[in-house]
């Protein structure tokens, strides 16, 4: 096979045969990884709860995801980011982050299905926290209401306001 000499490559590839395009998108994750890699590893720990699983889907979604969607949100990048890790960790074969329920069960009361349903909840805050989504915007990607956003968040606020009586 006799390989283009330097003349015969496009004017978008470098002379390494690297496409300019594919030179922009490395900056680019590279930027991403810098600004945003620690919370997005976190997050996909948290998700995955393996660190080869997260590892593989915080690289895929810094390789492959498009660019920020235009938003006046400051952190909207990396909402763009995690939604799409969210989305990667959730397909993982044998993941841990059980579908959102199709319907509710009329024979059983709120705190029963959130309680069925913790790793949802430690999503929606992994989201939150790493991800920095609101937690209307982190309820709506998992699938769930935002009134269970809304107790989760207030049953949050409620522990860490709630002083601690243990002894020392």
């Keep these: 096979m006799v390989r ?17 395009a594919r030179r922009v998108r490395a900056r680019e994750a590279l930027v991403d990884y810098d ?16 660190v080869d699983l997260a590892a593989e889907a915080v690289v ?5 995801v498009d660019g920020t969607p235009s938003e006046p949100c400051p952190d909207a990048r990396r909402q763009h980011l995690a939604a799409d890790l969210w ?9 841990r982050l059980p ?4 319907y509710l069960r009329p024979h059983r009361n709120r705190a029963a299905r959130e309680q069925d349903q913790p790793e949802q909840g430690q999503a929606l805050l992994g989201l939150v926290l790493f991800g920095a989504h609101t937690w209307t915007q982190a309820a709506a990607l998992i699938g769930l209401p935002a009134s269970s956003a809304a107790v989760r968040r207030a049953r949050l606020h409620h522990a860490a306001s709630v002083p601690s009586h243990r002894r020392t």
């Design 4 to 20: 283009p000499s330097p003349a015969q490559l496009p004017r978008s590839s470098h002379p390494g045969g690297v496409p300019e």
């Design 35 to 50: 600004c945003h890699g620690d919370a997005l590893f976190s997050l996909a720990l948290l998700l995955c709860r393996d």
């Design 60 to 64: 895929a979604t810094l390789t492959r």
């Design 87 to 95: 989305n990667r960790c959730v397909r993982v074969p044998d993941g």
């Design 99 to 102: 579908e959102p329920a199709p």
